[in-house]
């Protein structure tokens, strides 16, 4: 008969029960995002346009694992797409029937290996997961592939929260970002060189000097606001233009304060949610940003956007009118011809 070690056998029983409570606990850990069925995200669709965020996974792969537990995990991540997205998640082994936003169910019927149809037709994939499908309130669609860190996952989730394809290709956006927001940093705006008047002043400020007016809205929740001030008004050039032709007025369009422009005043009565009451009435109560408008020197609006715009496009809107050109060419004309002295980006 052979005699066990017991105080061996004790050893091996201890780190076979820890290896399993850590094998389990790593798959007990899930990420901090609301994600719902693919059905439940085209009924909320149809109700109301939101981006959706497909995330397609598999179960036994280190980089989803990754992508979880690091990135979703992470509640600046997590809190953004629970609430500008539809998150839906799916196995790319699933045996499930899928309803698909055109209504039509796929399954998984091997024709790809064990990758399900609609995985397969959504990202061309058969391998080398996670990836991500992202469609825009206009149900367009595109597919992000591989592991995205914090970094790399923000860039496509703003370009398509914060509706920046209404203006730009994704590749413009990218490295318009990438710039502003380099890896591993939060933002770089070493010195401020646009001198910003405060919205109150202006009254005085025209009867000194008269000069156009730009009223630039900024919205802290909107990371598109900070890029646009960081990467257009910010850079020298730009900001150039501004201190000389206009009175530039950063606008915080959450403030509480009470601001007088043209002899009128106007408060935050949160008629529109949590908006002051200018930019609501500047804005037409379509509160879309990036957002600024310019004035000429009696308080005439001349131009108003809301959306984001590239230094060399910036650059060239506000030389448009810090020229007059406006009152001999239109704007088309004057962009044909126009030479940018700043970066693309």
């Not at 149809?46 to 397609?56: D, E, F, V």
């Not at 910003?196 to 929740?221: A, G, I, P, T």
Request: charged share 25%; proline share 4%; aromatic share 14%.
């Amino acid at each position: 008969m052979k005699h066990l070690n017991v105080k061996n056998t004790l050893f091996l029983l201890t780190l076979l029960l820890s290896l399993k409570a850590s094998h389990l606990s790593a798959q007990s850990l899930t990420d901090s995002i609301h994600w719902i069925s693919l059905e439940e995200a085209g009924k909320r669709f149809l109700k109301k346009p939101q981006p959706i965020i497909i995330y397609l996974y598999e179960t036994d792969n280190d980089s989803c694992r990754m992508q979880s537990q690091d990135v979703f995990c992470k509640k600046e991540v997590a809190d953004y797409i629970n609430i500008l997205f539809l998150p839906v998640k799916i196995d790319v082994h699933t045996k499930d029937s899928l309803l698909f936003f055109d209504g039509i169910y796929r399954r998984n019927t091997g024709a790809h290996g064990k990758i399900h149809d609609l995985v397969f037709e959504l990202s061309g994939m058969k391998k080398d997961f996670p990836a991500f499908v992202l469609f825009n309130k206009q149900a367009v669609g595109q597919t992000f592939k591989g592991y995205k860190n914090r970094d790399q996952i923000f860039r496509f989730l703003i370009y398509y929260g914060e509706e920046m394809y209404e203006s730009l290709k994704y590749e413009d956006w990218y490295a318009c970002h990438l710039k502003g927001f380099p890896p591993g940093k939060a933002q770089i705006m070493s010195r401020l060189y646009v001198k910003w008047k405060d919205v109150n002043d202006l009254e005085n400020l025209q009867k000194e000097k008269r000069k156009k007016v730009l009223l630039n809205f900024y919205n802290y929740y909107k990371t598109s606001c900070s890029l646009m001030r960081m990467r257009g008004f910010n850079s020298p050039k730009i900001a150039k233009v501004l201190n000389e032709h206009y009175y530039p007025v950063n606008i915080d369009v959450f403030t509480k304060d009470t601001l007088r422009i043209r002899g009128q005043e106007y408060v935050n009565s949160e008629s529109t949610g949590s908006y002051h009451d200018l930019p609501v009435h500047a804005l037409e109560a379509n509160m879309k940003f990036p957002a600024f408008l310019i004035m000429d020197e009696d308080g005439n609006v001349l131009y108003k956007t809301r959306q984001f715009l590239l230094p060399q496009d910036l650059e060239c809107i506000l030389k448009y009118y810090a020229e007059d050109a406006y009152k001999e060419e239109p704007f088309e004309k004057f962009q044909e011809q126009f030479i940018p002295s700043v970066d693309k980006y």
